[in-house]
């Protein structure tokens, strides 16, 4: 007989809560060194067949007596691994309740699957079942999410939300650690239980498994806007619970449409939980175009989260400041009137400044002395702004400003944009002459 009954005594019984978890999967890492959190159900006492936590490369009842070695465990110091000296099945199962999660995030199972069969090649009976005693071999090893309420050993594909693996008749005999997710967010808002099945009556078949975890991908959506003169960038967070972590901002110049190159400018900010984050203002120095990408560090239960350059929402296009050109005076020399300047465009006038405007903004005027005199009236630089479209402007100017009609002689006026954004103009000006008074 290929099992040694001699070695019950070496098992030690590991019995978890058979009840749901919150969010997470308690001791999905061994690294207790027990099994505490998990349940185990077996068709054979725990000295002869069993879910063990192990550490190591030696099997706790079959590894010394065949002198055959196990797989250490691929994460930490344990890990889970059934071994048994004759027949049965052993089944180590948790339940988990699975959070809702926003639109768009997702949750995941993540965990480390391997095996090795000692003695015997794998199979798999048709129909599906986890009976050791049926006819023929059935040397299985197989990961299901369950409905928490079905028969710890169903295979029905009503009682099976998800096989994440399952072993198949002729597949090698060994499988070395390896990482594997299944997509849980279908079951978000529910409680699944979470079973591993080892079935064995051809040979010792040490199925095993660490690092069992669930993983939140939360949503995130990110938004660009330019106010004032600065372009910020600001992300919406949701779907993973209890969010910690940070997102940092990064912000690429026009002149890296590609985001190659380092930023011009980042920005970090702690996460506590979902919603809205936002980077530091960035004042640009040119017009182009600018790009942010918004990156998620992720935490313990949340993985992390980035953008990508160029996607939509997280460009700002800076317009060159406005300028003006083509200043001048129209006619250059006139009569001033005794009438203030006026606010709307139906007043009479004498003269008209004219000149191209790029863009929508705010100009200020001033009008003083011509440099190297002091003859006529003001005294002191007056100034009026108006609030004008792009394209080519007449602003009338009667020569009387403030309650005073300019006298005689040379002066100059000057005009300087201000666009939306805070952006100004170069100045620029042009000469005239008041030839009277009104």
Same mark, same amino acid.
């Given at each position: 007989?290929?099992?040694?009954?001699?070695?019950?005594?070496?098992? =030690?019984?590991?019995?978890?809560? /058979?009840?749901?978890?919150?969010?997470?999967?308690?001791?999905?890492?061994?690294?207790?060194?027990?099994?505490?959190?998990?349940?185990?159900?077996?068709?054979?006492?725990?000295?002869?067949?069993?879910?063990?936590?192990?550490?190591?490369?030696? =099997?706790?009842?079959?590894?010394?007596?065949?002198?055959?070695?196990?797989?250490?465990?691929?994460?930490?110091?344990?890990?889970?691994?059934?071994?048994?000296?004759?027949?049965?099945?052993?089944?180590?199962?948790?339940?988990?309740?699975?959070?809702? &999660?926003?639109? @768009?995030?997702?949750?995941?199972?993540?965990?480390?699957?391997?095996?090795?069969a000692q003695q015997g090649p794998l199979g798999t009976p048709s129909p599906a079942t986890l009976d050791p005693s049926v006819a023929g071999v059935n040397e299985q090893y197989r990961i299901d999410v369950m409905k928490p309420s079905a028969p710890i050993n169903s295979v029905a594909p009503a009682d099976v939300l998800l096989n994440v693996f399952q072993t198949h008749t002729g597949n090698p005999q060994t499988l070395a650690p390896t990482q594997m997710t299944a997509d849980l967010t279908p079951f978000a808002g529910?409680?699944?239980?979470?079973?591993?099945?080892? &079935?064995?009556?051809?040979?010792?078949?040490?199925?095993?498994?660490?690092?069992?975890?669930?993983?939140?991908?939360?949503?995130?959506?990110?938004?660009?806007?330019?106010?004032?003169?600065?372009?910020?960038?600001?992300?919406?967070?949701?779907?993973?619970?209890?969010?910690?972590?940070?997102?940092?901002?990064?912000?690429?110049?026009?002149?890296?449409?590609?985001?190659?190159?380092?930023?011009?400018?980042?920005?970090?900010?702690? &996460?506590?939980?979902?919603?809205?984050?936002?980077?530091?203002?960035?004042?640009?120095? @040119?017009?182009?175009?600018?790009?942010?990408?918004?990156?998620?560090?992720?935490?313990?239960?949340?993985?992390?989260?980035?953008?990508?350059?160029?996607?939509?929402?997280?460009?700002?296009?800076?317009?060159?400041?406005?300028?003006?050109?083509?200043?001048?005076?129209?006619?250059?020399?006139?009569?001033?009137?005794?009438?203030?300047?006026?606010?709307?465009?139906?007043?009479?006038?004498?003269?008209?400044?004219?000149?191209?405007?790029?863009?929508?903004?705010?100009?200020?005027?001033?009008?003083?002395?011509?440099?190297?005199?002091?003859?006529?009236?003001?005294?002191?630089?007056?100034?009026?702004?108006?609030?004008?479209?792009?394209?080519?402007?007449?602003?009338?100017?009667?020569?009387?400003?403030?309650?005073?009609?300019?006298?005689?002689?040379?002066?100059?006026?000057?005009?300087?944009?201000?666009?939306? /954004?805070?952006?100004?103009?170069?100045?620029?000006?042009?000469?005239?002459?008041?030839? /009277?008074?009104?």
């Amino acid at each position: 007989m290929r099992r040694m009954a001699t070695l019950a005594a070496m098992a =030690a019984l590991f019995v978890g809560a /058979d009840t749901a978890q919150a969010a997470t999967v308690a001791n999905g890492d061994f690294e207790t060194g027990n099994l505490t959190g998990w349940t185990v159900g077996s068709t054979s006492a725990s000295g002869t067949g069993y879910w063990f936590a192990y550490t190591g490369t030696v =099997a706790p009842l079959t590894g010394v007596p065949l002198s055959s070695t196990v797989a250490a465990p691929p994460e930490g110091n344990y890990a889970a691994l059934s071994d048994e000296v004759s027949p049965g099945r052993h089944i180590l199962y948790q339940d988990v309740n699975l959070e809702q &999660v926003a639109p @768009g995030a997702s949750v995941k199972l993540s965990l480390y699957a391997y095996y090795k069969a000692q003695q015997g090649p794998l199979g798999t009976p048709s129909p599906a079942t986890l009976d050791p005693s049926v006819a023929g071999v059935n040397e299985q090893y197989r990961i299901d999410v369950m409905k928490p309420s079905a028969p710890i050993n169903s295979v029905a594909p009503a009682d099976v939300l998800l096989n994440v693996f399952q072993t198949h008749t002729g597949n090698p005999q060994t499988l070395a650690p390896t990482q594997m997710t299944a997509d849980l967010t279908p079951f978000a808002g529910q409680t699944v239980r979470l079973r591993f099945a080892e &079935v064995d009556n051809n040979g010792v078949l040490n199925a095993s498994t660490d690092d069992v975890r669930i993983r939140f991908r939360p949503a995130m959506s990110t938004t660009a806007s330019r106010n004032a003169g600065e372009i910020v960038d600001s992300a919406n967070l949701a779907g993973g619970p209890g969010l910690s972590g940070q997102i940092t901002f990064s912000l690429y110049g026009p002149s890296d449409p590609a985001c190659a190159g380092s930023p011009i400018f980042s920005s970090s900010t702690a &996460v506590k939980g979902s919603g809205v984050y936002s980077s530091g203002a960035f004042k640009p120095t @040119g017009p182009g175009t600018y790009r942010w990408i918004a990156s998620y560090s992720g935490d313990a239960d949340n993985e992390a989260v980035s953008g990508a350059c160029g996607d939509p929402g997280e460009t700002v296009e800076v317009p060159p400041p406005p300028t003006i050109s083509k200043l001048r005076v129209d006619p250059n020399r006139f009569r001033a009137g005794s009438t203030d300047t006026p606010l709307d465009a139906r007043a009479l006038t004498t003269a008209r400044i004219r000149f191209t405007l790029s863009a929508d903004a705010t100009v200020r005027f001033l009008i003083n002395h011509a440099p190297s005199t002091r003859r006529g009236k003001p005294k002191h630089a007056h100034v009026f702004t108006r609030s004008l479209k792009a394209g080519n402007r007449a602003v009338r100017f009667t020569g009387a400003l403030d309650g005073l009609t300019f006298g005689r002689g040379p002066y100059v006026v000057y005009a300087r944009a201000t666009a939306p /954004d805070g952006q100004r103009s170069e100045r620029k000006s042009a000469r005239f002459r008041i030839v /009277d008074s009104g």
